[in-house]
C-alpha cells in the first residue's frame, strides 16, 4: 500500500528577522550621541539568534524500495539543559561515540539510526524509534543515567525524549515523540529536544486512516514508518564535546584476553583482568559470528586473571571475544544506607519535602513540609550495587542491553497514617545516586482512592 502525503512547508527561523531601518538614524549624522542607544539596539536586533545543535529525521512509509517519502523534519536538542542524552544522542546519530552492534557482535562507528524503523507507535500519545533489531527490546549495547531539567516537560506535541525500560537507568538508544503531551512521563524519560519544523508531519501520525497500527499490546505500525537517516548539523555542534567526563556516559573497549584450550576436560578457558563496575559482554562459539551472545558479566570488583572456563567444548575451532562497557563513573549506594542514622529528603518540583529518619534498620520516622509526621517500617531494602558478586547471564538474545543496569537502591516502606497533600500510606522507592549524598527517586506511592498507586519522581538527598 502506497500513501502519497502533501504536507505545507514550514520555515524555522533561526535569526531574528531584520527590521527596518529606524526613522531616528539621519544619513546626515548617524553617530550622534543621542542616537547611539538606539544604533546599538538595532545591531542587537540584527545579531544571530543563540547558537543551537539541531537534528533532521527524514521519514518514510512502506517497505523499501517501494516506500514512499514523509519528508524531513527537525529537530532542535537541548544540549545545554541536557547534554547527557543529547550527546548520547549526537554519538549514535553520528557514530562519533562507539556503539555495540548486536548483529556483528563488534564495536561500530557508523550512523546508529539510519535505515532504521519507528517500531511503536500509540496515536495521541507517542511514535517510537531506535531500536536496532526493531523488536522494541534493543539498543546500542550500553544503558545511560536520565538527566532531568525542570524547564524541560512532555508539555505538548513534538517534544523528543528518551525511552527505557520499567527501571531507572535502562535507557540507550530508543527515543519518542509525543503526539500529545503527556505530563505523566515528567521526570521519568529524559527530554532532550522538540520537533520545531515540518510538525505536520507529527501531526498526521495521529491520523489513525493514514497510519494504522495493529493496536495493544503491541502497537506496530502497519505500514512501516522508516526513519531513513539522522542529520545533526548547527553552530554549537563543533564546541559540544561528546566525550566531556562531566557527561558520564559509559566507555566501550575491546577486552584482551588470553585463551586456552585444555582437550583434556574439554575446556575452552579464558583470562583477563576485570575492572570495577565494568560490565563484559561474551561472545564465544563455532565461528567469529555467534549468535546469541554466550553471556553477559556484571562485575564490581577488581580482580587480576579473573578466570570463566566454557565447559563441553570439545571441537578444533573456538573464538571468543570480549567487550567491555565502563560504567566506573557510577557511584555505588552506601552499604549502610538502612541502618540508624541515616536521613533521606525528598523534594518535589514545588518546594514540598518529606524527610525519612531511619531509627534502625527496619524502621524510622516522617515529617513532611506540611508539618504532619509520623512513623514507617521498612518492609523491605535491595542493594542493586552488587558490590561482592558477579552475574552470568545466559542464552541472550543478540539485541539485549537492558541486562546491566548503573546500581540501584530500593527501600520499600509502610507509613503509620496518610503522609502529604495525597495521602501516600506505602512506597516501593527506587533510588538512583547521581553522587555520594544525591540522586533521582522513582516510587509507586500506594493510595487510598483510585487508580491506588501514586507515581512519584523527585530528588533526593542522603545524609549519614
Same mark, same amino acid.
Given at each position: 500500500?502506497?500513501?502519497?502525503?502533501?504536507?505545507?512547508?514550514?520555515?524555522? #527561523? !533561526?535569526?531574528?528577522?531584520?527590521?527596518?531601518?529606524?526613522?531616528?538614524?539621519?544619513?546626515?549624522?548617524?553617530?550622534?550621541?543621542?542616537?547611539?542607544?538606539?544604533?546599538?539596539?538595532?545591531?542587537?536586533?540584527?545579531?544571530?539568534?543563540?547558537?543551537?545543535? =539541531?537534528?533532521?529525521?527524514?521519514?518514510?512509509?512502506?517497505?523499501?524500495?517501494?516506500?514512499?517519502?514523509?519528508?524531513?523534519?527537525?529537530?532542535?536538542?537541548?544540549?545545554?539543559?541536557?547534554?547527557?542524552?543529547?550527546?548520547?544522542?549526537?554519538?549514535?546519530?553520528?557514530? %562519533?561515540?562507539?556503539? +555495540?552492534?548486536?548483529?556483528?557482535?563488534?564495536?561500530?562507528?557508523?550512523?546508529?539510526?539510519?535505515?532504521?524503523?519507528?517500531?511503536?507507535?500509540?496515536?495521541?500519545?507517542?511514535?517510537?524509534?531506535?531500536?536496532?533489531?526493531?523488536?522494541?527490546?534493543?539498543?546500542?549495547?550500553?544503558?545511560?543515567?536520565?538527566?532531568?531539567?525542570?524547564?524541560?516537560?512532555?508539555?505538548?506535541?513534538?517534544?523528543?525524549?528518551?525511552?527505557?525500560?520499567?527501571?531507572?537507568?535502562?535507557?540507550?538508544?530508543?527515543?519518542? &515523540?509525543?503526539?500529545?503531551?503527556?505530563?505523566?512521563?515528567?521526570? /521519568?524519560?529524559?527530554?532532550?529536544?522538540?520537533?520545531?519544523?515540518?510538525?505536520?508531519?507529527?501531526?498526521? *501520525?495521529?491520523?489513525?486512516?493514514?497510519?494504522?497500527?495493529?493496536?495493544?499490546?503491541?502497537?506496530?505500525?502497519?505500514?512501516? +514508518?522508516?526513519?531513513?537517516?539522522?542529520?545533526?548539523?548547527?553552530?554549537?555542534?563543533?564546541?559540544?564535546?561528546?566525550?566531556?567526563?562531566?557527561?558520564?556516559?559509559?566507555?566501550?573497549?575491546?577486552?584482551?584476553? /588470553?585463551?586456552?584450550?585444555?582437550?583434556?576436560?574439554?575446556? *575452552?578457558?579464558?583470562?583477563?583482568?576485570?575492572?570495577?563496575?565494568?560490565?563484559?559482554?561474551?561472545?564465544?562459539?563455532?565461528?567469529? %559470528?555467534?549468535?546469541?551472545?554466550?553471556?553477559?558479566? $556484571?562485575?564490581?570488583?577488581?580482580?587480576?586473571? /579473573? +578466570? #570463566?572456563?566454557?565447559?563441553?567444548?570439545?571441537?578444533?575451532?573456538?573464538?571468543?571475544?570480549?567487550?567491555?562497557?565502563?560504567?566506573?563513573?557510577?557511584?555505588?549506594?552506601?552499604?549502610?544506607?538502612?541502618?540508624?542514622?541515616?536521613?533521606?529528603?525528598?523534594?518535589?518540583?514545588?518546594?514540598?519535602?518529606?524527610?525519612?529518619? *531511619?531509627?534502625?534498620?527496619?524502621?524510622?520516622?516522617?515529617?513532611? !513540609?506540611?508539618?504532619?509526621?509520623?512513623?514507617?517500617?521498612?518492609?523491605?531494602?535491595?542493594?542493586?550495587?552488587?558490590?561482592?558478586?558477579?552475574?552470568? $547471564?545466559?542464552?541472550?538474545?543478540?539485541?539485549?542491553?537492558?541486562?546491566?543496569?548503573?546500581?540501584?537502591?530500593?527501600?520499600?516502606?509502610? *507509613?503509620?497514617?496518610?503522609?502529604?497533600? /495525597?495521602?501516600?500510606?506505602?512506597?516501593?522507592?527506587?533510588?538512583?545516586?547521581?553522587?555520594?549524598?544525591?540522586?533521582?527517586?522513582? &516510587?509507586?506511592?500506594?493510595?487510598?482512592?483510585?487508580?491506588?498507586?501514586?507515581?512519584?519522581?523527585?530528588?533526593?538527598? =542522603?545524609?549519614?
Amino acid at each position: 500500500m502506497r500513501i502519497s502525503l502533501v504536507f505545507t512547508p514550514q520555515t524555522h #527561523i !533561526s535569526r531574528l528577522l531584520h527590521r527596518p531601518l529606524s526613522p531616528f538614524l539621519s544619513p546626515v549624522n548617524p553617530l550622534t550621541p543621542a542616537l547611539i542607544p538606539a544604533l546599538t539596539a538595532l545591531l542587537l536586533l540584527a545579531l544571530p539568534a543563540k547558537a543551537q545543535i =539541531y537534528a533532521d529525521f527524514t521519514v518514510s512509509v512502506g517497505t523499501p524500495p517501494s516506500n514512499t517519502p514523509l519528508g524531513t523534519f527537525r529537530a532542535i536538542l537541548y544540549h545545554e539543559k541536557a547534554p547527557r542524552p543529547v550527546a548520547a544522542f549526537i554519538g549514535l546519530a553520528t557514530g %562519533n561515540r562507539p556503539w +555495540i552492534n548486536p548483529v556483528t557482535h563488534k564495536i561500530d562507528h557508523t550512523p546508529f539510526y539510519d535505515g532504521q524503523i519507528f517500531h511503536r507507535h500509540i496515536h495521541n500519545f507517542v511514535i517510537q524509534g531506535g531500536d536496532y533489531l526493531a523488536g522494541g527490546q534493543g539498543g546500542p549495547g550500553f544503558v545511560q543515567r536520565e538527566q532531568f531539567h525542570p524547564d524541560l516537560r512532555h508539555d505538548s506535541r513534538y517534544i523528543l525524549s528518551m525511552a527505557k525500560g520499567n527501571l531507572p537507568n535502562s535507557g540507550g538508544s530508543q527515543f519518542f &515523540i509525543t503526539l500529545d503531551p503527556t505530563p505523566h512521563l515528567d521526570d /521519568k524519560h529524559s527530554v532532550f529536544g522538540k520537533v520545531i519544523t515540518n510538525t505536520a508531519i507529527i501531526d498526521n *501520525f495521529n491520523n489513525a486512516t493514514l497510519f494504522p497500527t495493529t493496536g495493544d499490546p503491541d502497537n506496530i505500525p502497519v505500514n512501516q +514508518i522508516n526513519l531513513d537517516s539522522v542529520v545533526i548539523s548547527g553552530p554549537d555542534l563543533a564546541t559540544f564535546d561528546l566525550f566531556d567526563p562531566s557527561l558520564e556516559l559509559p566507555t566501550i573497549r575491546q577486552q584482551t584476553i /588470553k585463551p586456552l584450550y585444555l582437550p583434556d576436560e574439554d575446556v *575452552f578457558r579464558l583470562t583477563w583482568d576485570r575492572s570495577p563496575q565494568t560490565h563484559y559482554f561474551l561472545y564465544a562459539g563455532q565461528t567469529l %559470528n555467534p549468535v546469541p551472545s554466550l553471556a553477559v558479566l $556484571y562485575n564490581s570488583l577488581a580482580e587480576a586473571d /579473573k +578466570i #570463566i572456563n566454557i565447559t563441553g567444548v570439545d571441537f578444533p575451532n573456538y573464538f571468543a571475544q570480549v567487550l567491555a562497557i565502563d560504567y566506573g563513573y557510577s557511584p555505588n549506594p552506601p552499604a549502610d544506607l538502612v541502618a540508624a542514622g541515616p536521613n533521606i529528603t525528598l523534594n518535589d518540583r514545588a518546594g514540598n519535602s518529606l524527610s525519612l529518619d *531511619f531509627t534502625s534498620a527496619s524502621a524510622g520516622t516522617w515529617t513532611h !513540609s506540611d508539618t504532619s509526621s509520623g512513623t514507617f517500617t521498612v518492609t523491605g531494602a535491595f542493594d542493586g550495587s552488587g558490590p561482592n558478586e558477579d552475574r552470568i $547471564y545466559t542464552n541472550l538474545t543478540a539485541g539485549t542491553s537492558f541486562v546491566a543496569l548503573i546500581p540501584l537502591f530500593q527501600i520499600n516502606l509502610n *507509613f503509620n497514617s496518610p503522609v502529604g497533600p /495525597k495521602a501516600w500510606l506505602n512506597f516501593e522507592m527506587i533510588l538512583n545516586f547521581f553522587d555520594d549524598s544525591s540522586g533521582w527517586a522513582e &516510587i509507586k506511592a500506594g493510595i487510598a482512592a483510585f487508580p491506588f498507586v501514586d507515581n512519584v519522581f523527585q530528588a533526593f538527598t =542522603y545524609t549519614p
